[in-house]
Every structure is written in structure tokens, then in C-alpha cells.
């Protein structure tokens, strides 16, 4: 996708609320109002309730019954380590995972929640679907987004900021199947009561966008059939599916989960960057101790958990930042740790290995006129490995400011192309002047993209330096595998069949754009560091390889059986385990959010129901 010039600083408003607050949104009043055909009575009461809690809320504003539930956000500074400061549960980042996980536990024990990031709310970067492009592509220090390159040459984000992808992502929400569900070695049942835990609380149902339809109904007419309708349900054909940004265009976080512990028992910790695990090495194998962390001024601190046996240190960091910290920790490679001087805690040689990305490639549509801005709603599922999606537009709030994005500016752009020497200003003008051909990239037209599912080609991560501020080394090898390049084949021939359909045709220009004229304009409206072959866009197997981007879909580096075994629990050491999507083989579904929030809440519960019994958790 196209990467924007501007950041906003647009106030919004905070989208947490009390249970009983929530209850008078519209979807849950729909709810009372079938409770009042099932119970008459008790119904009519309810919904009276509700109406006068709904006027009363409107007069005190939302801010008063957000702080009822919500544990308190305090930057790390905050911290004491007192004896009495010592907890149950530590748990390592408080993204996709980190947050249901942390709400979940508090529930019955003490835990403290330390987010490298700052808070999502009142930041309208992230709060407003308008703003998406911009949040992502703002690379200042303080962002809820640091970017990566990866040595393939694809720029990449990781989330750093409460909430973690679920702040930068495009909202789509969809669950994994049921075959993912087995493979993973999960409690169906279980499963299926977490799920929906995540649902009540952070999603709806989208508006359906003009471009979402016509690629809705130009996937049926190439053959792309079933329609499932309206589903969160992972089903071959095409379907609309769940999204996190509610009917006003106001995004819902992970971090909105929160809301759901016990604000007695949570304590979460923004600017607390986790530099490393403490661990005891006096047994006959480590156990973890607690973690050491610098607060939001470079002070240091030390969080450690109660000395009853269960209590544990969890790493929801993500696929880059948990591998990131156990190799900081001691946990990876002997040969490795000991070149960064590292000292080694534990040999395993299988922490940073097997990393892959779904590559994503897209193809541009001109159309005959501005179409409305719009992510990531309908899905087409083929038998073959590839989902299509699609998004359109250019969204900006009318008072953002300039800002200087770095290697994703839109002012530098595919000049990140050129090697460093060759850079200068008769090139940056030569790329401006370029740029002009674009055909209205941002603003008359959309996107239809294709992405591989559970790609074979695998990379590895490891420390460039012991800087945890730093990204480490990533290698996704992208198309490494042949298969995974047959499927991309296949992916863009499907986009030719949708683009061709009477549907589209509505939409888009005249028949003037051939294919090759098509794939042409894609490379160059894609942004990466790989040198592009605008001629040679016949072949197909070449446009994949020039103009695979990424939809931030990476995943492994601590996989089941390797890192961690099916409780998600530390190989080789007590007290440690990893919830994440470093855990994954594939990624699950076409967009992973909704599994890794579930995943949050079912290890949540799991742990609960070792601990306490199988009603923990209810």
C-alpha cells in the first residue's frame, strides 16, 4: 500500500468502558431487547434499566465510567520493587495476547502487565480507521509503531504500544479453522468459549464498503463460490467477516480487553521496556525469577514474582520481540550468545529459527472516480492457499501535520531503492518527477490484494546487538520455496479473473489497462527495498518476487515442540512460558488477531483451571 506524508493529532475518544456502560451500545441493547421476548417482564425492566443508565451516562460522560473498571495506566517510572510489589504473573508485553492473558489471570492473582509502549487513547493515529495509513507509517521514536526491515528487503512493523497489533493493523476479524484449531492440540470447547469472550467485548460488523463489494460480488462471478455470508468462521468461498472498528470508525483494542480483569489485582506499566528475564541458576535447572526493565527516563528496575512454585514470568512480546528477549535472556544458540557475550542460561538452538511472513502482493485499479476509503472486510478463501482481499481509498483527517517518515516516506519512497552512494537530490527530483505517472494512486482507486497461506519458505531471526531498543536480524526468504511461488502465480491470475468481471467494470476505467500495463503500475505504487523490473512484468513468477510486501502476518521463532512444549511452557527451564504468535507454525486464518486475542484468553484460562479447578474462569 501506498504510505502517506502526514501524522494526525487528532483528540478522540476513549473507547473503554464499565460492563454496565457497554450494555447501552447499541449491539448490546439489541441484546436486551430479545431478552424482553424471552423474559416479558424481567425484560421490561431491563430495558428500562439500561435507557436510564444510558441517558445518566450521557450526561456524566463515558471518562466517568471508564475509570470504574479500567485498571489505572502508570508509567514505569512509577514502579517500586518492594518486597510487597512481588506478583504472581509477569507478563512481558501487553499486546494481542498480553492483554486478554493479563485480564484473564487477575481475575484470581496478582499480575503486572509492563508494555514497552505508550497508551492507544487520545492518540488519533490509532483511534480513527481515517488515520490507519498515517499511524503506521509515523516512524518517530515515540510511535505505537517501529518499523523493520527485514534482509529480504521488505519493510516491516512491529507494534509498541497497549493494545500491540490490534493499534496498527487494518481490524479484520476472523477465526482460524478448525483444522488449525486440531493441529494445535487445543480444548475445542474451550476454544469455542474464548472466541467469543473477545467477540462481545471488541467486535462488529462492518458497513460494507463500495470497493469490499464489488470485490464481494466480482469473486462469486469468477467462480469464487460459496458466498458464507456475514462469518467469523474460517470457510472456503467468499465471506464478509468481523472487523474491530466499530459503525464510527473508532478502533477497539486488544487493550479495550483490560476492562475485563480485576483492577484490584492488574497492574500494568507503560514505557516499561523489559531489557531481560532474572533467573535463580541454583537448581537443578533455571527457573525463572522475575525480569529487570527501564522505565520511560533509562532507570532501572526489578519486578519479581512470589516464590510459590506456580507463579510464572510469560513473554507475550510478539514473533519479534519474545525469540528477541530470550536470546537476551541467555535462552538460544551457544555459539551465538557467546559472540554478543551473552551468558548462556540454556542451549537451545531452535529459538529464532523457522520465522516466516505471508507475502502479500497487490495489484492497483484505477478507477473513474474517488472511491470510499476502506480495509480489509471481504475475504475470498480458495482451496489453494491463497486468500484475496482488498482495500481502496485515502483516508487523512482534515488536521494532521507534515512529518518526516524516514525510509517510508512518501517523499523517499522507492529512492530507499537506489544503494546509499547514488543517493542525492537530482535523484530524489528524478523520483518526484516519477512519481507523477503513478495513475492517482491514493486518492482514485484500490487495491486487490493476495496473500499466501502458511508459506513453506521459512527464515530465521537473531541479535544484531544487546540493545533491546534495537530490532534484531530477520530473514523471512520470501518465494525461497517453489510452491509458495506456484501460489502467487495462481493469487495474481485469480485478481485478472476478478478485474474482468462486469462487477469491476462498473467501477474501474476503461478496457485501456491491459494486465501487464496493471502489474507495471503496481511495482512502482509498492514501497520496498528490492530492485524493480518494470519491463519484465510478463512474467509473473517476477512481479511476485519484485513487489511482495508484507501485511505483517510473521510468525515463529519459538515454535511448539522446539521453544516451548503444548502448554506454551520454556523447554529446559521452570517458571517461563510464551503466548504468542512466535508459537505458530502458520498463521491462523487469513488475518491472525482474533486467534492470538483468543489464545490470550484460553491460556488465561487454562492456567487458571490447573490451578483452581475446571470453573476457574467462568
Not at 551465538?336 to 557475550?341: G, I, S, V
Not at 483516508?395 to 544503494?419: K, N, V, Y
Not at 483468543?598 to 484460562?605: C, L, P, T
Request: positive net charge; contains cysteine.
Amino acid at each position: 500500500m501506498p504510505f502517506l506524508k502526514s501524522v494526525v493529532a487528532l483528540k478522540c475518544f476513549e473507547a473503554l468502558s464499565t460492563e454496565v456502560a457497554s450494555t447501552v451500545m447499541a449491539r448490546n441493547l439489541e441484546v436486551a431487547l430479545r431478552f424482553v421476548i424471552m423474559v416479558p417482564k424481567e425484560g421490561e425492566l431491563l430495558v428500562k434499566i439500561l435507557m436510564f443508565l444510558s441517558i445518566l451516562g450521557s450526561s456524566q460522560g463515558r471518562r466517568d465510567a471508564i475509570a470504574v473498571r479500567h485498571p489505572r495506566l502508570r508509567e514505569a517510572s512509577s514502579f517500586s520493587s518492594t518486597p510487597a510489589a512481588e506478583y504472581d504473573y509477569i507478563i512481558v508485553g501487553g499486546g494481542t495476547a498480553g492483554c486478554p492473558l493479563a485480564a484473564t489471570l487477575s481475575q484470581n492473582y496478582s499480575v503486572l502487565l509492563l508494555e514497552r509502549g505508550g497508551s492507544p487513547y487520545r492518540n488519533g493515529n490509532i483511534t480513527h480507521m481515517q488515520n490507519f495509513h498515517i499511524g503506521l507509517a509515523d516512524t518517530s521514536p515515540g510511535s505505537p509503531s517501529q518499523s523493520f526491515i527485514s534482509t529480504d528487503g521488505v519493510i516491516n512493523a512491529r507494534a509498541r504500544v497497549l493494545g500491540g497489533g490490534t493499534c496498527i493493523n487494518a481490524g479484520f476479524y476472523s477465526r482460524a479453522s478448525p483444522s488449525f484449531v486440531k493441529a494445535a492440540g487445543w480444548d475445542e470447547e474451550l476454544v469455542n468459549e474464548s472466541y467469543p469472550w473477545v467477540e462481545r467485548r471488541i467486535v462488529s460488523w462492518p458497513d460494507v464498503a463500495p470497493w469490499q463489494a464489488a470485490l464481494r460480488d466480482g469473486l462469486l462471478e469468477a467462480g469464487f463460490s460459496p458466498f458464507n455470508g456475514y462469518t467469523y468462521d474460517h470457510i472456503y468461498g467468499t465471506k464478509i467477516g468481523g472487523t474491530i472498528f466499530d459503525k464510527d470508525g473508532f478502533r477497539h483494542t486488544a487493550a479495550d480487553l483490560l476492562a475485563a480483569g480485576n483492577p484490584e489485582n492488574l497492574r500494568v506499566l507503560l514505557h516499561a521496556t523489559v531489557q531481560k528475564i532474572v533467573f535463580d541458576t541454583k537448581g537443578r535447572r533455571p527457573k525463572a525469577a522475575g525480569v529487570q526493565f527501564k522505565d520511560e527516563n533509562g532507570k532501572q528496575h526489578r519486578a519479581l514474582l512470589k516464590n510459590a512454585r506456580q507463579g510464572e514470568v510469560i513473554l507475550s512480546s510478539g514473533a519479534i520481540g519474545s525469540p528477541q528477549l530470550l536470546l537476551l535472556s541467555g535462552i538460544g544458540p551457544k555459539k551465538h550468545l557467546k559472540k554478543l557475550d551473552i551468558r548462556l542460561v540454556l542451549h537451545n538452538p531452535h529459538v529464532g529459527r523457522g520465522m516466516s511472513d505471508n507475502p502479500l502482493n497487490s495489484i492497483f485499479m484505477p478507477t473513474k472516480k474517488p472511491v470510499r476509503q476502506s480495509l480489509i472486510q471481504t475475504v475470498g478463501i480458495t482451496k489453494k492457499g491463497v486468500f484475496i482481499e482488498a482495500s481502496s481509498g485515502f483516508g487523512q483527517s482534515s488536521d494532521s501535520i507534515r512529518c518526516h517518515h524516514g525510509i517510508m516516506s512518501a517523499e523517499i519512497g522507492q529512492l530507499s531503492t537506489i544503494p546509499p552512494k547514488q543517493r542525492s537530490l537530482e535523484a530524489a527530483k528524478r523520483y518526484a518527477r516519477d512519481k507523477q505517472k503513478l495513475p492517482r494512486e491514493a486518492f482514485q482507486g484500490g487495491f486487490i490484494l493476495e496473500k499466501i497461506d502458511g508459506p513453506l519458505s521459512r527464515g530465521r531471526l537473531s541479535l544484531h546487538d544487546t540493545d533491546v531498543d534495537n530490532n534484531p536480524c530477520v530473514t523471512f526468504n520470501y518465494f525461497s520455496h517453489p510452491y509458495d511461488l506456484k501460489r502467487c502465480v495462481y493469487g495474481i491470475r485469480s485478481i485478472e479473473e476478478i478485474v474482468r468481471t462486469k462487477r469491476f467494470a462498473r467501477l474501474t476505467v476503461d478496457d485501456a489497462y491491459t494486465m501487464r500495463m496493471l502489474l507495471n503500475m503496481s511495482v512502482q505504487a509498492n514501497v520496498n527495498l528490492i530492485p524493480k523490473h518494470t519491463k519484465d512484468t510478463a512474467s509473473v513468477e517476477q512481479f511476485c518476487r519484485d513487489s511482495v510486501t508484507t501485511i505483517w502476518h510473521y510468525h515463529g521463532g519459538c515454535h511448539v515442540g522446539r521453544v516451548v512444549d503444548g502448554e506454551h511452557r520454556v523447554l529446559g527451564v521452570s517458571r517461563l512460558r510464551v503466548v504468542d504468535g512466535s508459537t505458530f507454525d502458520r498463521s491462523p486464518g487469513t488475518n491472525p488477531q482474533a486467534t492470538v486475542m483468543m489464545m490470550g484468553r484460553y491460556m488465561g484460562v487454562k492456567i487458571l483451571r490447573k490451578r483452581l479447578g475446571r470453573a476457574a474462569g467462568a
